[in-house]
């Protein structure tokens, strides 16, 4: 079967850097996908790997390793208003998106 | 960037009643449009892929006469929810792509149904 693995809950301090771990097995690979979403709010999308190594975007980067099945999402000088859902989500080999379940991120002052 | 809305951001609807959601692509033309549904603390669940002027592709375990999908345009789809029940209640998120699928996904901001 498909899925996606990432920590349930993380804490990190305002200032700080945090990385969020996905792990993925799926049937295919056409992409890495991290969005975020504040509660009752929909995703709005952060990044998109599709080759091995880092992308970065600002305060956000994103790396992945195909070979591992493996992706992290890094957030730096972390802000109060970081505090969210970031979702994984995987393209298979029919485009279609594995979401992960989602990492809630609590940033403390 | 692409913009996707949604309408209503919420109802209330007695048992019983059907309800319609909304999206629409802005400004770009949604070949493919999701629809998913979330429960609180919970990830997006795919309900079903709808490409523009063909039937929609439901995930297992959603009941198509239940959740009719109507991709209309290549700028409107709609959800209804037919017959809703207490257990409809949840947060319901569409997304368009501009492609057949290869693309990312630009989501609308959700509609928050609540059945009593």
């Known amino acids: 079967g498909q899925n996606i693995d990432q920590p349930t809950e993380m804490t990190a301090t305002e200032g700080a850097i945090v990385q969020i771990n996905c792990t993925y097995q799926t049937s295919g690979f056409n992409g890495l996908f991290w969005y975020q979403q504040h509660a009752g709010e929909a995703p709005t999308f952060l990044s998109y790997?599709?080759l091995d190594g880092l992308e970065e975007k600002g305060r956000f980067s994103s790396f992945l390793s195909r070979s591992k099945g493996y992706s992290y999402l890094l957030l730096k000088e972390l802000q109060m208003k970081d505090s969210a859902s970031y979702l994984c989500a995987v393209k298979d080999s029919n485009y279609q998106l594995i979401w992960g379940a989602g990492t809630k991120l609590i940033i403390k002052p | 960037g692409a913009v996707v809305s949604q309408h209503p951001s919420r109802v209330i609807c007695k048992s019983g009643t059907s309800v319609k959601i909304e999206c629409r692509s802005l400004d770009f033309q949604a070949t493919t449009m999701f629809w998913y549904r979330q429960f609180p603390k919970k990830s997006l669940m795919l309900m079903a892929t709808s490409n523009e002027g063909s039937k929609a592709t439901y995930e297992q375990g959603v009941e198509k006469d239940k959740f009719l999908i109507n991709h209309a345009s290549l700028t409107l789809s709609t959800l209804t929810v037919t017959s809703a029940h207490p257990e409809d209640s949840s947060f319901y998120i569409c997304s368009a792509s501009g492609t057949s699928g290869s693309d990312e996904q630009y989501f609308g901001p959700g509609t928050r149904l609540t059945v009593t």
């Open positions: 790997n599709v």
